[in-house]
């Protein structure tokens, strides 16, 4: 029988001005906290896989609090993985498509069953705030029921133009068996939306998490096991990106790798794909969402308080470790005085303190993060001029950094220019919206941007000419939601492979056109 599925929808995020809902999270956090430092095993073609090395996770609240103990995976546990996974494609890849997607269906109800307690887990392993790890937890949902509902829509039968004497059929089939690579900073959403989008399609994977933040990656394996998803068609491996990350992206049997990450590892990986290994029969595809250096612009004619409260939410929310974050506020010279007086105290109000206890400026994820970040301030104190922050805070247990402020920035000095990924924001002068522009578009990457402005002749030409994947106006410039802002950047920012959109599970397929001649 058909599946009937209402249409998608977005999981609505939990209200946390409502006492009663900081609650609930605060117990799910207790909860958590009193199985802190348990062990879990790897999982390889459905088996619990433990080994002798072994790898903790930490909190960056207070960096001495284990939060699970991983299995470190050996090549030979990813060789181990890889071919588990062919095998469950032998069998995975007839499954018909409304079966597979009830997988993630289950997956996601599942996931709201234990919305709570991941919302907890992420809290305390990559120390995002409550409404961060909700909207992250309600992200990874939105992206299995907006998956499942692709899956069915791509193997729908295809249009093929007429032909007389030929009946001519075009449909898509899976790829085989990848890899996925995610990011620690959106440690459920990204990782779950890559891995159910290649599995909707009917490929198997090999899931690598980032070693910042196995437990979700443990997470996710329990959860489609919880459901019922066939061995091998998940294979989990916890390890290092530079062992077992880079011998799955060359092994020759990969057929893809879906990577979430830095430019620079990106770029690696890009590379090393390309280079075709012994016994290697097909050309690997490689999905590469990367960094980027987002600005959003303060035009001259902007509500500029409403334009105030955009640039601090998306430079500081989650300490400004998000590829989408605002590292650069581009302000018309007519206005920027008035906007540093305006921002001045909307940066003093944050609070800065541990995600447990549900502040608005938590931790960075960890030690070499805030060793970077730093580096980067006193690159900036060289360049410009430190108008707010700048130093780490002393009194607290874990990587702690003040919301930073640098104004006066040259458009071309290296806090202008690369990526920095943490609380630190440069502001600049512009001498006019075309000139604003400019500077926002004069950067490697092309990943979000936004525009303050009431003047809609000047939206209209920041809609042709601002160079970036998802652009928004007079609204903060992170937060996508799935379905309704298909997310992917241009240039360095990666493929543009738009996260969440209706191309998205193309890049897991492959078509095939078959004609049979009519006698
Ligand atoms: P990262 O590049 O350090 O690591 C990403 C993943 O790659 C991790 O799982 C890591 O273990 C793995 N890895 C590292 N070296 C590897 C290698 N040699 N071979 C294979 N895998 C390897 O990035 P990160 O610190 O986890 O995440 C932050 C970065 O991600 C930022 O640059 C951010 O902008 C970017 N990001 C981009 C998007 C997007 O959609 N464009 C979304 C989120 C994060």
Redesign the pocket.
Known sequence: MALRLKPFRNEPHLDFSKPENVRKQRKAIEEVRKQLGQEYPNLIDGKEVYNREKLPSFNPAHPHEVIGVFQKATQRDAERALQAAWRAFEEWKRVPAEERAQYLLKAAQEMRRRRLELNAWMICEVGKNYAEADADTCEAIDFLEYYAREAIRYAQPQPVTPVPGERNEYFYIPLGAGVI??????PLA?LTGMTSAAIAAGNTVVV?????SPMMGWLLADIFRSVGLPDGVLNLVIG???NI??FL?AHPRTRFIA????????L??HELAAKRQPGQLWIKRTIL????KDAIIVDSEADLDAAVQGVVVSAYGYQGQ??SACSRAIVDKAVYEEFLHRLKPAVHALRIGDPADNFDVGPVISERAKESILSYIAIGKKEAKLFLGGNPVGDLDGHYIEPTVFVNVPPRARIAQE?I?GPVLAVIKANSFVDALRIANGTIYG?TGSVYSRNPDKLRMAREEFHVGNLYFNRKCTGALVGGHP???FNM??TDSK?GGPDYLLLFLQGKSVSEKLT
Not at 181 to 186: A, E, K, L, T, V
Not at 289 to 292: A, I, L, R, T, V
């Open positions: 690579i995610p990011p620690w900073n959106f990204i690598k998490p980032s070693s910042e290092s990106g530079s990350g880079d992206v990577f979430t990450g830095s430019m620079e590892v990106g690696h990986i969402e990367m960094g980027g998000k590829c990526e990924f990943l997310f992917g950047g920012s990666g996260a």
